[in-house]
C-alpha cells in the first residue's frame, strides 16, 4: 500500500490507464480536426467522434445526435438550464430545482433569478431526498423546465427522477438532470426515466477531465436550446468550438468500461463502504450517517464526527485524502449547503466528511483509513476536552 491513499473519488477519479491509451493515437496519430471535411485527417478525427457518440448515447438509452459534447457537466448543466429558458421564454418564464443540488445548477438559477425569472427551490428530506410530491406542488402554468439531480455529490443519496420525470411530462414541462454523480456508476436510460436532458462529467468515472456531455432529446418532446457558445455551429449549433477529439475518445471509452464492470464493481464497492462503516463505528462513538443508509452511491459514505471540526480532523490525517463537502466549494467558509438543506446543525454539518471510494480502493486502504479516521478524532477530541478544561481554570 503507498501512501498518502485516495479517498476523495466524488471529487474527481484517477484516469484508468486503459483510457489513456485508447486516447493517446488522437494525439499524435489521428490529428486532425473532426470539422475538416476535405481531407483524410478530418475524416479519422470525424469518424472517431461520432463512434463515440453512439457509444455515449447506447450508454443511457440515446439516440446518437441526442448527445452534445460539452467541457464538463458544470457547461452542461448551464446549456440545459440557461439554453431552454432562453428558448421558452415565451412560453412561461418559471423553473424549479432542488436545495440540495450541485452549485453547477443552483448558481445558474440564482444568474436567471437576478434576471427576471421566477425560481423556486424545493426542500429536500432529512437523507437528501427531493420527494417527486414536493416537486409537483412546486409546479405552475408558467413551469418550463424542473432540474433534479439524479445521485447527491455530497451524500451520495439517489432521487427517484423517473418518478420526477413522469410528472413533468404529465404536464409537457421539461426535465434535467445532473447525472454527473451517477452516471457509470448506477444503471440509467433515459427513456425509461422521461428525461429531457441530462449532464455528464467523464472525470467523474475514470475518464479525462475537461470533457462532458449534454443529452438534449429530439423527440416526444423536441427540446430547444439556445446555445451559451457561438461561432462555427459545431455540434449541431448547440456547442460552437473545436471538439477535442482524444478528451472524447477518452470519455467514450471510460463509459463503456464503467458499465461493463458496473454489476461487479457495485458489489465490490458497497462491500467496502460498509467494511469502512463498521469499522469507524466500532471504533468512534458520536457519529452519524448523512444520506439515505442505502439508497445511494455504493462509493459514498459521509459521516458527521460529534464535537469534532471537519477541516481539523482532515488536516489530522495528512495520509488520507478526503473531503468536508464538494469539491467546487472546498474554499467556502460557510457550512455545506447540502447537509443544511437535510436540517442538520451548523456544527454537525461543520463535523461532516464525505469518503468517496473508487475502482483502485483496496481493502487495506479501507483498513488504513478507519484506524487514520479513529486515531484522529480521538486526539481532537481529547485537545478539545483538554482544551475546554483549562479555559475553565482561568
Avoid at 467522434?49 to 459534447?69: L, W, Y
Amino acid at each position: 500500500m503507498r501512501l498518502p491513499i485516495y479517498l476523495d473519488n466524488q471529487a474527481t477519479t484517477r484516469t484508468d490507464p486503459r483510457v489513456v491509451e485508447a486516447m493517446l493515437p488522437y494525439f499524435t496519430e489521428v490529428y486532425g480536426n473532426a470539422a475538416s471535411v476535405s481531407h483524410r485527417f478530418g475524416w479519422e478525427a470525424e469518424e472517431a467522434v461520432e463512434r463515440a457518440r453512439e457509444q455515449v448515447a447506447r450508454a443511457i438509452g440515446a439516440e446518437a445526435r441526442e448527445i452534445v459534447f460539452t467541457s464538463g457537466a458544470t457547461e452542461s448543466n448551464n446549456l440545459a438550464i440557461k439554453g431552454v429558458a432562453q428558448a421558452m421564454i415565451r412560453r412561461g418564464n418559471h423553473l424549479v430545482t432542488a436545495a440540495s443540488e450541485h452549485k453547477a445548477v443552483l448558481d445558474p438559477m440564482k444568474r436567471l433569478a437576478r434576471q427576471g425569472w421566477d425560481v423556486t427551490i424545493v426542500a429536500c428530506d432529512a437523507q437528501g431526498r427531493v420527494a417527486p410530491e414536493a416537486v409537483a406542488e412546486a409546479l405552475q402554468d408558467r413551469t418550463v423546465l424542473v432540474s433534479v439531480m439524479a445521485a447527491n455529490n455530497e451524500v451520495g443519496t439517489l432521487n427517484p427522477i423517473a418518478e420526477v420525470g413522469r410528472l413533468c411530462h404529465q404536464r409537457g414541462i421539461l426535465f434535467h438532470t445532473d447525472a454527473a454523480q451517477a452516471v457509470g456508476k448506477i444503471p440509467l436510460d433515459v427513456q425509461a426515466a422521461s428525461v429531457d436532458l441530462l449532464s455528464i462529467s467523464a472525470h467523474k468515472f475514470y475518464g479525462p477531465k475537461g470533457i462532458g456531455a449534454l443529452y438534449v432529446r429530439r423527440r416526444a418532446p423536441q427540446v430547444r436550446l439556445q446555445p451559451l457558445v457561438d461561432g462555427g455551429g459545431h455540434e449541431r449549433g448547440f456547442r460552437s468550438g473545436t471538439v477535442p477529439v482524444p478528451l472524447v475518445v477518452g470519455l467514450a471509452t471510460a463509459l463503456e468500461l464503467a458499465l461493463d464492470e458496473l454489476p461487479a464493481e457495485s458489489l465490490r464497492l458497497l462491500e467496502l463502504r460498509q467494511r469502512l462503516h463498521e469499522r469507524i463505528a466500532a471504533a468512534v462513538p458520536g457519529i452519524q450517517l448523512n444520506g439515505h443508509p442505502t439508497d445511494r452511491l455504493p462509493g459514498n459514505l459521509n459521516l458527521s464526527f460529534i464535537d469534532v471540526d471537519g477541516e481539523a480532523l482532515m488536516m489530522a490525517m495528512r495520509d488520507v485524502a478526503v473531503s468536508s463537502g464538494s469539491a467546487c466549494t472546498a474554499a467556502d467558509p460557510e457550512p455545506s449547503h447540502v447537509l443544511m438543506a437535510m436540517g442538520l446543525s451548523e456544527d454537525l454539518a461543520r463535523s461532516s466528511l464525505r469518503f468517496g471510494l473508487g475502482r483502485f480502493t483496496t481493502v487495506e486502504e479501507i483498513d488504513f483509513a478507519a484506524r487514520a479516521v479513529a486515531g484522529a478524532v480521538e486526539r481532537l477530541r481529547s485537545q478539545r476536552v483538554a482544551w475546554t478544561a483549562g479555559s475553565r481554570s482561568i
